[in-house]
Nanobody, 117 residues
Framework: QVQFVESGGGLVQPGGSLTLSCAAPGICFSFSIAFMGWYRQAPGKERELVARITGLGTTQYADSVKGRFTISRDNAKNTVALQINSLKSEDTAVYYC?????????WGLGTQVTVSE
């Protein structure tokens, strides 16, 4: 069973930046052609897709993060990253990576991002 491993979260002040990383150990699919995404779940809210990237590097973003988040991938290392700039309090959430569409058995533990003074 594959589960993604997310890291890089933390407590940051509004306006700050973070870089999240996602690794896919022991994957059993062709990572380089898979659509990958970063999702987040804020307290009391449903999990939402905020950024996605195709195998060739084409990206799409939710309107709420456009211009502030940048998703990237390294197909040689089977990793996906999310650069987050100009953090806002509403970005506070647990961030996860997964394929797009998501596979239920691939969810990892996520990484907590908390934006607060």
């Amino acid at each position: 069973q594959v589960q993604f491993v997310e890291s890089g979260g933390g407590l940051v002040q509004p306006g700050g930046s973070l870089t999240l990383s996602c690794a896919a150990p022991g994957i059993c699919f062709s990572f380089s052609i898979a659509f990958m995404g970063w999702y987040r779940q804020a307290p009391g809210k449903e999990r939402e897709l905020v950024a996605r990237i195709t195998g060739l590097g084409t990206t799409q973003y939710a309107d709420s993060v456009k211009g502030r988040f940048t998703i990237s991938r390294d197909n040689a290392k089977n990793t996906v990253a999310l650069q987050i700039n100009s953090l806002k309090s509403e970005d506070t959430a647990v961030y996860y990576c997964n394929r797009v569409p998501a596979r239920d058995n691939y969810w990892g533990l996520g990484t907590q991002v908390t934006v607060s003074e």
